[in-house]
């Protein structure tokens, strides 16, 4: 392999690839504005210790995912693995957190060393949103609503199961904590390595284990339902009342613990499996203890993530490639009117390009061949009577059009 290979993990995006992240990426925007959300676009790098501190030290992602490297100042800077930390690292700097709600939409690339495979890769991009501020089951609910509504009009959400789970409240999770330690540790050698790592730590996180022999142990652990103080079931029962009313449909499960410390009460999924393995395309939840982390007040909030290239994976065609028109000047004397004619219709919107090379019959072949939708053949007898030939490439009917009408007929 060369250094001038592109590195792996990552991909180019070119042609139908990029026309189909572009078309998530328009269509979440779309939407969440429909929702009241504003973009925000935060940078692609930060001190290490916006991610370090806030995912938890024994996430995989900071464990082992981050891209993280000294500049030449010697500070260390890490490139963002996901977007929730940064969101939550700018409403503190930019002094926010007495503005709330902030309700906030980002879309970018994200960087994470992992085992690059199909819908996996090192630079990978998500769209997301913030709801911050709000404590209320309303507020999960119609998070996930817009994330539901955005599947919907990308025409995935049939292909997409959303599952919810509840991690409840402080006092919740510290008693099922304790209870997972009780029931894991008393089949501690059973388990992978890495759990074995967890248990002390983050005994939740085994329940998001992908090996097979912890996966086995895990189907029988305790659930935190039997855990959840009455307010935190609470919260829960809410929630789901009001997905109801958003008609968005949904299944429990209750081992869905999202890989993130920072996560209480509510948290979600959007899973498939029209990708094999890489069956999560959007997850989130609410993360009530993040700003606090970050040096902010204690402030309540919710959100979700999904992966762009999951989503454009899923969809049942890419945008179609946009049509040209192209302009065939028939000799050199009439191309200053083919270039005022060029640069009127750019001007009216529509797709216009010149064809520079050739005689009229390789001019036309050429436009054919990649696609135009028409030719506007300018030769010096037409241009004369203030007319050009109008050919549909479609079907080749050609007329004499005025120039000062092409544009209303070509639109
Ligand atoms: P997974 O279990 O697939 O590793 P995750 O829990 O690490 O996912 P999140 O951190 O919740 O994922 O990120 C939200 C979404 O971003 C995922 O559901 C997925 O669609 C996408 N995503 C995460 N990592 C990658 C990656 N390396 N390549 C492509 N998409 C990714
Ligand atoms: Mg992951």
Redesign the pocket.
Known sequence: MTDLQPVR?TRDLIGDEQRRHHHVIETARRIAAAYGFDEWATPVFENTAVFARTLGETS??VTK?MYTFEDRGGDSITLR??GTAGVCRALVSNGLTQSLPQKVFYAGP?F?Y?R?QK????Q???I?IELIGPSEPLADAEVIACGHHILEALGVARLAVLEINTLGDRESRQAYRDALIGYFSARRSALSEDSQARLERNPLRIL?S?DADDIAIVAEAPTIMDFLTPEAAGFYDALRRHLDSFGVPYRENARIV???DYYGHTAF??VTDALGA???????GRYDGLVAEMGGPHTPAVG????????AMLLDEAPAAPATVVIVPVDDSVEPVAITTLQSLRRAGIRTEMAYRGNLRRRLERANRTGARAAIILGPDDVADGTAQLKDLATGTQEAVRLDRLADRLK
Do not use: C, N, S
Not at 278 to 284: K, N
Not at 304 to 309: F, K, L, R, T, V
């Open positions: 993990g995989d992602v995912e693995p996901e994200m994470r992992e690059p819908g996996r890769y090192r990978f991009h998500q997301g998001d992908k999202r890989g993130l999924e959007f890489q069956g999560t395309v959007m997850g989130g979700w993530a999904a992966g762009i290239e999951r989503l």
